[in-house]
Every structure is written in structure tokens, then in C-alpha cells.
């Protein structure tokens, strides 16, 4: 991919390709639905059924930097000139620097324009912008940017395009096909579909979903549930939430088919706290698919049953680890579960129940309506599918890349971010959360699946990227992903409990260039006794990034390697 300008000229909008339209209702969540607040929600200023549809996000990203100002000017101002537009709240197109991103349906397409302030708004009327006139702010047909252009959208396809809460126009995208293949279909056709699609687990793990569904489907039981985990407490990471503050009804189709499958008629989403936007479109999304028969007793007329409901999270990134989700779900502090048994044997409340991530169930509703064959087609190596990078931190382009596995670090950090925002080197990028390892230039070309990058001793995780310049201390890091560790340990296991502490006191004292030689043999062996003897991940992990920065970075322990090793000796 060539270099992203960084905005196209006003003006000259390609023609042609106009995208579906629906007649615009109101796109608000739960606590806004009905009109509650027509200021935001203008179906018309007439109330005319036919007018200029103008899309306003409401992400939480584009609502933390003014979108509800800015609807409400838009509103405001058409009022004033009478001008005849239909409001619709879509999801956020994950291009955060232009946020709030406005678009306007025209013949043309729908034509973009930001970021806009509610200070913009009266200029871009006079500018003619319900017609795509030409504007500063104007960035040509929203799907000609080079941003969205070049992405593989199969999990995003909708989101930004549609309004979140329309079934007419979930339906109109193909929403809900997945589902009905599904309900023609035994329990274990579903689960070979999601087995030959080759989709493994987006929560970090990338265990193989079609064989987790398998398991859950062979164990005979009485109550099976369905769990979505979106927790999503990985640092740099908000995929889960944009899709469902932007497509909630994906996520909705996602787990009422894997109810389908398994024979479960329960499933909750177990949703972080920090995420109230994301809540109340849930909870909107849910009642309006129970209501259409989506949900309920009779799912589809297909006479099985599929019930939905949210849980608020208990604000610990423990609680993301699916077993001490588990205890969390069922009222308990977040404690991790030993394992043997499998929670597709017994999770919640002892019965057999299906984990997956947001973006795991999001990737359903397409491999049903196209087929197996079409998902694995994307990908490389044993990675298939696609995967949303999430590009945050010291970057001029931050927001949501939605490409197949396999492209590289560095087209990530380039390409679409456009380079760090202080305009220094990149120096180091953790990937795949705060358990991922913290990836060197020299490795910005490993291709980016999870075996290749397994390999380098990094992973891919839920696909979140945290860019750093030259000026990063990379020691400071390291001390940072012990300290991160010991202060969300559930406690249960001594090498995460105890010796998540210890670290943070080791590497003080490499820092402090106290006897540098014992102390880093002595946090190779402390590493290695969390590596192998921790319960979990969180303290199993946590030795990647400090010992990636050790490994990477070792200027910045007051160490040269060569001298480091005959002390260590
Ligand atoms: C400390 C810790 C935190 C985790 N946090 C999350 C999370 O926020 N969201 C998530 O989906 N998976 C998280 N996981 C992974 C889950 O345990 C589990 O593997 C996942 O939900 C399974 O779904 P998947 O197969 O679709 O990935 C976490 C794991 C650990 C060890
Ligand atoms: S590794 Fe840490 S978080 Fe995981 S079970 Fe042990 S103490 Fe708990």
C-alpha cells in the first residue's frame, strides 16, 4: 500500500457507487431511543419522510471529542434554513484523527468531512455541504480514503456504514443471512462451518473456535450457556467496543448462532464498566432483535429458544481471563479457576459453556452467510481470516485497520499510522496488550500472524498495537508490565503473586546498578519460574515484554550484552 496523504483535495469526488439508503430513524441507545431528545435525533426538520441524510458518529471516540456537539449544531442549523436532513448516528469508521467524521449521502456517495467542530457546521452549510459541496474540512467519497480503501472490512463491513440500531438496515447488509443458514442446519454441520473457516479465538489465545464449539455440542448436559467475553482490558485496544457501540446486532447474530449450535438456549456478554455507550446500545440492540424475533423463545420461527443478556464487569483485568469471568458472571470475586475442567465442559454455573471474544462471535454471522471457504481464503500460514489492528500511542494516525493476517508491523506504523506523531523514530511497538512482548524496529517486517510472530518470541494477541519514539526508557517498561502484574494478580499463585513483586524489586536494583550481574540472573530465573509455573496467563506472560526489553533494549538497563554475561557467569 502507497503512503496515506494525509487529506484528499476537496473537490474531486469520484462518482458513481451509491451505497444502499434506508429511510432514517432515530440511532440513539437505549436512553436516547424514541426521539427523547429530538435536538439530537432530527428524523426531519420537517418531519418529512425524504431529506439529506448527514451520518454523525456516536463512538465513544468521536462523543470524547465533540460528535454530540456537533449533531446538535447540525440540527440547530438546518432548523434555521429549513433545510431538510435526516440525522443518523452511525458507528465511527475508526480513522480517529478526523474525528467527528461527518458524512452526507449524496448521489455522488456519501462524501466526508473532518474533523468538525460545531463551530464548522454553519460554514459547511454555506459551503453547500448537503450537496458534498467543496469545503476545507471535505475529504472526498468516505470509501475512496486510502484508510478504509485497501482494508478487508469481513468483521467491520458495516460498521460506520449503517445505523447500529436499524434491523431494516442490519438486513439490508446482509445481517442476519448467517443466522438463518444456520437454523437450516444441524448443530454439527454449524460447527464443521466454523471449523474449516480455520477461526481461532480473538481474545489473545487463538485456540481453534470449531473444535471449543465441538466440545461444548458433544457434552450431553441439561443448560448450556453462551459467554461473549468483552472485557477487553488489553491497553491500546478498542475493537470489541467500536463493534458493538457500531454493529451490535453482529455480535447479537454471532451468539444466538453459536446457541444454535452448541444447543444453548442462555447466553450473556460480559462487558467492561468503563464502557457505558457500548451498554446502552446493547441493551437497545437486544430489545429491538428480541422484538423481531431474532431473540426469545422461538428464534427465527425455528422453534429453538435463545435468550440474551449484559453484565457489567467488575473492573479488574483479571476478570477478562475467562475461568475468573466465570466466578465474576456468577456473583464472586474474579479468581482464577484450576483447569482441568474446561469451561466447554463445565463453565458457568457447572454446565457446558461456549467463551469467545467480541470479535471471535463477530466473525460468525459472515463465515455462516458466505460460507467456510471464503473466510479461510483470507489469512496466511494457519492464521485465517482477518484480524482488526488497533493502532494506538505515539502515532499521527491512531484508529481501527481491519486487514487480513500477514501484513506487516510496518505497513501498520506507516502505511496507515502515518509515522510517530512527535515525528521521532519508532523504537519499539508493544503488540497484543500489556502481556505482549515489545516488538524492535529490526522486526517491523515479521509478517503478522500468530505463528510467525510466536517465533520472534512476541504475539499477536488481540491485535493491539502501542507505538513508542526514541525517547522511550525502555527499563521504565520493563519495570512497568511487573508492576502492572502485581498490582492485578487475583493472587491465587505464588510465582504471579510473589514474584511479580519481587521483579518490580529486581529490576530497581538493575536500574540502580546494583550488582547488575546476580540480579539479572537472578529475574532470568524469576522469569522463568512465572513462565512455567504460573495458573495463568496474566502471570505466565508477563515476563515477555520485560524480558523482550531486556533482550532488545539493553542500553537502556545501563547494560552492553558481552560485559552482561561474564557477569552473569
Ligand atoms: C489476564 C487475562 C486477561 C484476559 N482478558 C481478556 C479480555 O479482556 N477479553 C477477551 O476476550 N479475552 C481475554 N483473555 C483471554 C480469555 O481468557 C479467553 O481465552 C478468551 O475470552 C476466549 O475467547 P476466544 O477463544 O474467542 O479468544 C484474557 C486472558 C488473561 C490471562
Ligand atoms: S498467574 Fe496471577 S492472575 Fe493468574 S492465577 Fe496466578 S495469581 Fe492469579
Known amino acids: 500500500m502507497s503512503p496515506l496523504p494525509g487529506r484528499p483535495k476537496a473537490g474531486s469526488l469520484p462518482l458513481g457507487g451509491v451505497e444502499r439508503g434506508f429511510r432514517g430513524a432515530c440511532s440513539a441507545p437505549a436512553e436516547r431511543a424514541g426521539c427523547a431528545e429530538p435536538a ?27 460528535a454530540d456537539r456537533v449533531a446538535r449544531a447540525i440540527a440547530d442549523e438546518a432548523g434555521r ?83 447500529p440500531l436499524s434491523i431494516d438496515d442490519y438486513r439490508a447488509h446482509e445481517g442476519f443471512a448467517g443466522l438463518a443458514r444456520a437454523i437450516a442446519l444441524s448443530g454439527a ?36 450457556y453462551v459467554v461473549c467475553n468483552a472485557d477487553e482490558g488489553d491497553s491500546g485496544t478498542f475493537s470489541d467496543r467500536m463493534l458493538m457501540e457500531g454493529d451490535p446486532y453482529c455480535l447479537i447474530e454471532g451468539m444466538a448462532i453459536a446457541g444454535v449450535a452448541v444447543g444453548a438456549s442462555r447466553g450473556y456478554i460480559y462487558l467492561r464498566s468503563e464502557y457505558p455507550h457500548a451498554f446502552g446500545m446493547l441493551q437497545a440492540a437486544i430489545a429491538r432483535a428480541r422484538a423481531a424475533g431474532y431473540l426469545g423463545a422461538d428464534v427465527m420461527g425455528s422453534g429453538k429458544a435463545f435468550e440474551l443478556e449484559v453484565r457489567i ?14 466466578e465474576s458472571l456468577e456473583g464472586k470475586r474474579g479468581v482464577v479457576r ?107 517486517d515479521v509478517p503478522l500472524d500468530y505463528e510467525a510472530y510466536v517465533a520472534i518470541g512476541a504475539m499477536v494477541g488481540h491485535g493491539g498495537l502501542v507505538a513508542f519514539d526514541d525517547t522511550v526508557d525502555m527499563a521504565h517498561m520493563a519495570r512497568y508490565a511487573m508492576e502492572f502484574c502485581a498490582i492485578e494478580s487475583c493472587g491465587k499463585c505464588t510465582p504471579c503473586r510473589i514474584g511479580s513483586t ?68
Open 40 to 66: 439530537l435525533c432530527a428524523h426531519s426538520a420537517k418531519g418529512a419522510p425524504v431529506s439529506t441524510r448527514v451520518f454523525v458518529p456516536i463512538d465513544s471516540a468521536a462523543l470524547s471529542l465533540g
Open 81 to 163: 434554513r429549513g433545510a431538510d436532513v435526516t440525522l443518523v448516528r452511525n458507528g465511527s469508521r475508526g480513522m480517529f484523527w478526523l474525528e467527528p467524521l461527518v458524512e452526507v449521502d449524496t448521489p455522488a456517495g456519501r462524501i466526508a468531512y473532518g474533523p468538525v467542530k460545531a463551530e464548522d457546521v454553519a460554514g459547511l452549510f454555506a459551503a453547500g455541504f448537503l450537496a458534498g459541496g467543496a469545503h476545507p474540512l471535505a475529504l472526498g467519497r468516505v470509501d475512496a480514503m486510502p484508510w478504509l480503501a485497501g482494508q478487508q472490512r469481513l468483521t467491520f463491513a458495516r460498521v460506520g456504514l449503517t445505523d
Open 189 to 224: 454441520e454449524i460447527v464443521k462451518e466454523m471449523t474449516d473457516s480455520g477461526l481461532r479465538g480473538r481474545g489473545g489465545a487463538a485456540f481453534p473456535t470449531g473444535i471449543k464449539w465441538r466440545t461444548v455440542l458433544d457434552t450431553a448436559a441439561p443448560e448450556k
Open 313 to 326: 464487569g467488575a473492573g479488574a483485568y483479571i476478570c477478562g481471563e475467562e475461568t475468573a469471568m466465570l
Open 338 to 444: 484450576a483447569k482441568p475442567p474446561l469451561p466447554a465442559i463445565s463453565g458457568l454455573f457447572g454446565a457446558p459453556t461456549v467463551i469467545n471474544n467480541v470479535m471471535s462471535f463477530a466473525s460468525v454471522p459472515v463465515i455462516l452467510a458466505r460460507g467456510a471457504a471464503f473466510y479461510r481464503d483470507y489469512g496466511s500460514g494457519r492464521s485465517r481470516g482477518t484480524l482488526p489492528f488497533q493502532l494506538a500511542g505515539n502515532l499521527k494516525r491512531t484508529g481501527l485497520v481491519e486487514r487480513a493476517f500477514g501484513l506487516t508491523l510496518r505497513e501498520l506504523l506507516y502505511d496507515y499510522g502515518g509515522g510517530s506523531a512527535s515525528g521521532r523514530p519508532i523504537r519499539a511497538v508493544q503488540v497484543g496488550g500489556p502481556l505482549g512482548a515489545y516488538v524492535p524496529e529490526s522486526q517491523f
Open 502 to 569: 519481587r521483579g518490580v524489586e529486581v529490576i530497581d536494583r538493575i536500574i540502580a546498578g546494583e550488582a547488575r550481574g546476580r540480579n539479572l540472573a537472578l529475574l532470568d530465573s524469576l522469569c522463568d519460574t512465572m513462565l512455567a509455573g504460573s495458573l495463568c496467563a496474566l502471570g505466565g506472560m508477563t515476563p515477555y515484554p520485560v524480558q523482550s526489553a531486556l533482550k532488545h533494549f539493553p542500553e537502556d538497563f545501563g547494560l552492553i550484552p558481552d560485559q552482561d554475561k561474564q557477569a552473569a557467569a
